[in-house]
């Protein structure tokens, strides 16, 4: 189930379920899009990424699907390993001015 | 090399002290970023680098003095930092071609002001 913490929203699935990780952006003039993977003590992990131009994105096991009409964009990953507990964060980035801003974030905690 | 090299990886100061933080990459990238990141929140930026010039300074205090000696390296230099400056200072770079490319993050200098 999903829930929301004092700061940090939290997803657990059980191991080999698929996961959804969602995200809302601010800035409609964003049109490049990015999801990262951190781990504890380290530092952001590009996934996959995905530009305005594009509605699907596949990479291996992920799956980044952008909504601009209600500027949405979503984390899917097939077959949830232990690995992929983490904190995701979706950032966008427009292109004049050169900014890369970091949503809330997201934590996955996988389960036997 | 996909690297973006920080040190050093923990550093503890007091209020008075002066220290840098150091950033190094070797992939060409001409773009280079510092972030802030306190404990379960995301990134905030502070400062962007374009061509080894100051873009961008997210309005960041006078305590912290970037400076991009070359293409490769970005420093952060603090003096008289204050407790709640205490996060995790993330380095990023990436390409400024035509298109949008990925930012690549170091793993970050854990620093805790005393």
């Known amino acids: 189930g999903e829930s929301v913490g004092l700061h940090l929203p939290t997803l657990s699935v059980q191991e080999g379920d698929n996961s959804i990780i969602n995200c809302a952006y601010s800035?409609?003039?964003?049109?490049?899009f990015i999801w990262y993977k951190q781990e504890s003590g380290k530092g952001p992990q590009f996934i996959i990424d995905?530009?305005?131009?594009?509605d699907k994105r596949q990479g291996q096991r992920v799956t980044v699907l952008l909504n601009k009409t209600v500027k949405h964009l979503s984390l899917q990953i097939a077959a949830t390993q232990p690995g992929d507990s983490a904190v995701y964060f979706c950032?966008?980035?427009?292109?004049?001015?050169?900014?890369?801003?970091f949503g809330t974030g997201t934590r996955l905690q996988v389960f036997p | 090399d996909t690297e973006v090299t920080q040190t050093p990886k923990h550093l503890v100061m007091g209020m008075t002290n002066k220290k840098s933080l150091k950033c190094e990459q070797h992939m060409g990238h001409r773009a280079m970023y510092w972030y802030k990141q306190k404990a379960k929140k995301p990134p905030e930026l502070m400062f962007v680098?374009?061509?080894?010039?100051?873009?961008i300074n997210e309005s960041v205090p006078s305590r912290f003095s970037p400076e991009c000696p070359n293409s490769s390296l970005l420093n952060l230099h603090l003096h008289a930092l204050q407790p709640e400056d205490s996060a995790l200072y993330l380095c990023?770079?990436?390409?400024?071609?035509?298109?949008?490319?990925?930012?690549?993050f170091g793993q970050g200098t854990r620093l805790t002001v005393v």
């Open positions: 950032a966008e980035n427009s292109w004049s001015p050169d900014k890369l801003i």
């Open positions: 995905i530009r305005s131009n594009m």
């Open positions: 800035n409609s003039a964003s049109d490049y």
């Open positions: 680098y374009s061509y080894e010039k100051l873009s």
């Open positions: 990023a770079s990436r390409d400024r071609g035509l298109q949008n490319t990925e930012a690549f």
